[in-house]
């Protein structure tokens, strides 16, 4: 399993950007596909955004789309999810999350990942 830890949280207004931070330690980070999930308060956990070990193929939830973008350095075993227009809905604990890549990527599935950080709070004021 891979260590994760995130950062890059904070709080901004509506309609400003961030960008989180998600440093993986180990030498085999390239063999995992990576999401982002967030968890409001009083709320479940919900898919965000995934990306395969190569970068090639990106997953969103329809409330992000077109606002997040998700990638990955695997050099640097970090992934990234760059944040622009925010919306106080957006406002939330962020997880990055580690699934090994073998067989069906279950990207939007929670108990698929092997691995997870500690989270990061994102606050959107409007």
């Known amino acids: 399993q891979v260590q994760l830890v995130e950062s890059g949280g904070g709080l901004v207004q509506a309609g400003g950007s961030l960008r989180l931070s998600c440093a993986a330690s180990?030498?085999?980070?390239?063999?995992?596909?990576m999401g982002w999930f967030r968890q409001a308060p009083g709320k479940e956990r919900e898919f965000v955004a995934a990306?395969?070990?190569?970068?090639?193929?990106?997953y969103y939830a329809d409330s992000v789309k077109g606002r997040f973008t998700i990638s990955r350095d695997n050099a640097k075993n970090t992934v990234y999810l760059q944040m622009n227009s925010l919306k106080p809905e957006d406002t939330a604990v962020y997880y990055c999350a580690a699934q090994i890549a073998t067989g069906s990527f279950w990207y939007e599935r929670a108990e698929r990942y092997d691995s997870w950080g500690q989270g990061t709070q994102v606050t959107v004021s409007s």
């Open positions: 180990g030498r085999t980070f390239s063999r995992y596909r």
């Open positions: 990306i395969i070990w190569s970068g090639g193929n990106t």
